[in-house]
């Protein structure tokens, strides 16, 4: 059974601060992972992907992966209160799949002013 | 990032009929697109998995009769939720997928009274 699990929270940080997100997944024929941000009562919107091991930034988000320890997270530098939403960490199945996302539950962040 | 549009956004219709939800990649071609479904506070199901041109291959559990995908060009495919009932009221989200990435709908909302 593959799997991606999140801390289901709510993560409460306050104005300014960084928010860490974290997530991991079962399978380590995973080569791609996402995370999508879903408001409440919104459909899911695609923040960040990354490939391969390391950092890779974009703005005030940071996603990090480490493929030994099959663990990637997402780093929200200067939380903003419009940052508080529920963060879904994806993960696409290996090549040969249909390319279908397993996502997890999700981490819901809440930045207080 | 690549467009995905739904229709209707919100539907109210009566138990016992059918509705039909409609999901466009605006532009681009989307060979596999994806309907999810979920309900308040829960997180996202995957439904089935539409390839264009071929049979919808629905997840454990998902009632391929009751659900019925058409996914008839590269750049549609309906979701008809046959003799609606209550309980399938739910917040309905198509996906596309573009190379490797995966864009969403902003989804429809379905209550069945």
């Known amino acids: 059974q593959k799997e991606v699990e999140q801390n289901s929270g709510p993560l409460s940080v306050p104005e300014g601060a960084i928010a860490s997100l974290n997530c991991t997944y079962s399978?380590?024929?995973?080569?791609?992972f996402f995370w999508y941000r879903q408001y409440s009562g919104k459909s899911p919107e695609l923040i960040m992907f990354i490939y391969s091991n390391g950092d890779k930034e974009d703005g005030r988000f940071t996603a990090q992966l480490n493929k030994a320890s099959q663990y990637v997270s997402l780093l929200i530098r200067d939380s903003q209160p419009s940052d508080s939403a529920t963060y879904l960490c994806?993960?696409?199945?290996?090549?040969?799949?249909?390319?279908?996302?397993?996502f997890g539950k999700g981490t819901k962040l809440s930045v207080k002013p | 990032g690549a467009v995905v549009s739904q229709h209707p956004s919100w539907v109210i219709c009566k138990s016992g009929t059918s509705v039909k939800i409609e999901c466009r990649s605006l532009d681009f071609q989307a060979t596999t697109m994806f309907w999810y479904r979920q309900f308040p506070k829960q997180s996202l199901m995957l439904m089935a998995t539409s390839n264009e041109g071929s049979k919808a291959t629905y997840e454990q559990g998902v009632e391929k009769d009751k659900f019925l995908i058409n996914h008839a060009s590269l750049t549609l495919s309906t979701l008809t939720v046959t003799s609606a009932h209550p309980e399938d009221s739910s917040f309905y989200i198509c996906s596309a997928k573009d190379t490797y990435e995966q864009y969403f709908g902003p989804g429809t909302r379905l209550t069945v009274t």
């Open positions: 994806a993960v696409n199945l290996p090549p040969g799949s249909q390319g279908n996302l397993i």
């Open positions: 399978d380590r024929g995973s080569q791609s």
